[in-house]
DNA sequence: GGGGCAGCTCGTACGGTGTACGGTATCCGT
DNA sequence: ACGGATACCGTACACCGTACGAGCTGCCCC
């Protein structure tokens, strides 16, 4: 019946607990409000006792992305722009999911369970026939999609904090001199009216795919 | 003959040099070493006078970032993929100058310069006679490429800090289980000997300009 | 000329941070 | 029973952003 959310002070303090605690409260509050004092708190524990089991706070913020990595799934065997896209779209709501998560991947090593996702996505696209050249630019071009893209889109939502972007970007707008920049005041109100502009994400992923397919058949899958 | 890189005491405390000696400090010991009091010791005034000229910190970086985006070539008019593609290639080659640029520019409002660099990406695709619903998803798709892609490349060589790439890659191999993930081992060997595998950034960029162009193709230029 | 005021400069201080250090408590192998 | 490892954590330190208010100018109006 105990609930070991918040400080239960009889569970022992681990890795796997801090890690999991530290990226529930980086999801609640966002990571820069995550200080080691505050952590310890919420495990019912003293600051210090947290090092016990973290190098040091960025080895801590390391293991954090890297759990929240496992939480993606991974490209299943068998037809690859399926498996791609599937595995995309999962990496995409993991880091939507945690906000703070993306910010930190792009300045970060990569931990056992991103090598393990890295692995993932190179193997899909060499067992998919792509030249080699071909899977390591892919490699790039999908990856970097994902983690750009969702980091764009999360800046967007980012700008105050928690009120909805209408009033943001109407005052935005008003603000500014709309009259010099109409073309950015348009795309402020599509914006706005959204909803039916329908799958960013995965417009942009098939431009990619399409693209590598494209280019395998003109260098590589037709030699072969 | 007196430079006036440092400490000229002579020399007027101003928002545009305090932005521009913090960009020049960002870029030599990078965004996290920079603090008020040092800024203001390299400008030979007292950390608290910066305030007169700046809200805070968020607020000087935020201006940081607006001063880089200057920098920036905006999309010439004419031709526009040739245009969007130079002016790609230069926020590229601005933000690989300032490598703490792209991180910040991706969780801050934008200035006026930022302001008038989305408007000019914005305008040269409409101005191409892209569909709306076009536009709105190319930009998008353009911008995020070039910041994603950006971040995704320094995150490659801020791994340690200096040191050169092959050594800190063939420890991270030696170090893994490199049995366990042949695919990874493969692609950090591609980096290692790179030179030859050319222009990444622009490949892609070049998949999303195809892919805008082809979708006018098939719903709007052949409609209008 | 003089008095007031506005604005720039900055010394001091406060509440916060990450974490080094050393002390204590608890457990385990002998 | 006891010695040593291990987990815990109180205290302290250096450093951070910045609120506050005191000093110093230089200008305007009487």
């Known amino acids: 019946m105990a609930s070991a959310s918040t400080s239960d002070p009889k569970l022992a ?12 409260f980086a999801d609640e509050h966002g990571v820069d409000a995550l200080t080691m004092r505050k952590l310890a708190d919420r495990l019912g524990a003293g600051a210090m006792s947290l090092y016990t089991y973290v190098k040091n706070k960025d080895d801590m913020i390391e293991g954090m992305v890297d ?18 896209r599937d595995s995309a779209r999962s990496a995409h709501h993991v880091l939507l999911a945690h906000p703070w998560a993306a910010h930190e991947w792009t300045s970060r090593m990569p931990g056992p ?15 998919a026939g792509l030249d080699e050249g071909l899977v390591y630019r892919g490699y790039h071009a999908v990856t970097m999609h994902i983690v750009g893209f969702t980091i764009q889109e999360l800046g967007y939502q980012n700008f105050p904090s928690g009120q909805d972007l209408g009033a943001v970007a109407r005052a935005f707008l008003d603000d500014l001199a709309v009259a010099d920049l109409p073309h950015l005041a348009l795309h402020v109100e599509a914006h706005l009216s959204d909803e039916d502009h329908g799958d960013e994400f995965g417009f942009v992923l098939d431009l990619i795919l399409d693209g590598l397919d494209r280019a395998n058949g003109d260098q590589g899958g037709r030699r072969g």
């Open 67 to 84: 759990l929240v990595t496992a939480e993606i799934e991974l490209p299943a065997e068998g037809e690859w722009r399926g498996a791609m």
């Open 13 to 24: 303090l681990t890795r796997e607990r801090i890690l999991a605690e530290a990226v529930a």
């Open 113 to 127: 369970a991103r090598l393990a996702y890295m692995e993932s996505i190179l193997r899909s696209l060499a067992e």
